[in-house]
């Protein structure tokens, strides 16, 4: 066994009786980044934005990924911020668009679901999306009924990398920070997580492991199928179950 496998399976025992598991939305339900790329993309050069050179994957990550259309629409017209907003506005049309004929489960996804369902835990959903965005995606695959609970960086004060958002899922789920961890793909994402004071479970769907380990996740993993996540929560099972099986908060 790897010293990585075996920190990933004491780094969430720790939480037993689980009680809640709560995710991130785009790039981690999904493998949405590629269409958010092209979506804001297609945007971009039809207005001429950086004289029509097309923006790469690092502009993206550093601009785009997991962050709230505010701080997009000021990274990319800093001194323009309402048109800026407003074509965050149309981009979001584009990508609708786009997810209605491409979106996909990232891989494992489904088996990570039934794993949750069988143990009776409580989930939500909380994600910096606009909720048309939420509400499709999670909508395309399958998981309208699954999730309790769907908490929006927009309809919170403060959305990630601020804690807020994830601190009322777990009002809204009655749940303890100490028996739920987090699911997400972004740094911004990490960092609400962590600072809501849970262990985070980052996921290398598009930005690379190093970039993600900035934020401080518990361990990072390939998709919800890699072995190392299915190691901690087999171990997870051995500590304790779930405190749906305990009626434990």
């Known amino acids: 066994m790897t010293a990585s496998s075996e920190n990933s399976k004491s780094s969430l025992s720790g939480l037993a009786p689980l009680e809640a598991v709560l995710f991130d939305v785009d790039g981690t339900l999904c493998d949405s980044d590629p ?3 092209q979506a804001f993309r297609e945007i ?5 934005y950086n004289r029509g050179v097309p923006i790469d994957n690092d502009f993206f990550i550093k601009n785009i990924a997991g962050k709230h259309n505010d701080d997009i629409a000021r990274a990319i017209f800093p001194d323009d911020f309402e048109r ?4 965050t506005v149309d981009k979001e049309v584009v ?3 786009l997810a209605s004929e491409q979106l996909k489960p990232v891989d494992g996804l489904h088996k990570v679901k039934k794993w949750i369902e069988d143990r009776g835990l409580k989930r939500a959903a909380v994600t910096n999306a606009p909720r048309p965005n939420a509400e499709l995606m999670i909508s395309l695959l399958g998981l309208s009924d699954f999730f309790e609970v769907l908490i929006l960086g927009d309809e919170c004060d403060h959305a990630k990398p601020h804690p807020e958002p994830y601190l009322k899922a777990l009002e809204a789920l009655k749940a303890s920070k100490n028996h739920t ?3 997400e793909d972004s740094v911004s994402g990490i960092k609400a997580g962590v600072a809501a004071g849970m262990p985070v479970v980052g996921i290398t769907t598009r930005n ?9 996740p518990t ?3 390939k998709d919800f199928a890699d072995p190392k996540l299915w190691e901690a929560l087999d171990e997870l099972d051995k500590k304790g179950g779930n405190a749906a099986a305990t009626n434990e908060a």
């Open 219 to 221: 361990f990072t993993i």
């Open 35 to 37: 269409l958010h790329h």
């Open 208 to 216: 690379p492991e190093q970039l993600l380990m900035e934020a401080e």
């Open 95 to 97: 990508f609708r668009r």
């Open 181 to 183: 961890f987090v699911f």
């Open 84 to 87: 800026g907003l407003k074509l």
């Open 44 to 48: 971009l050069l039809e207005i001429g």
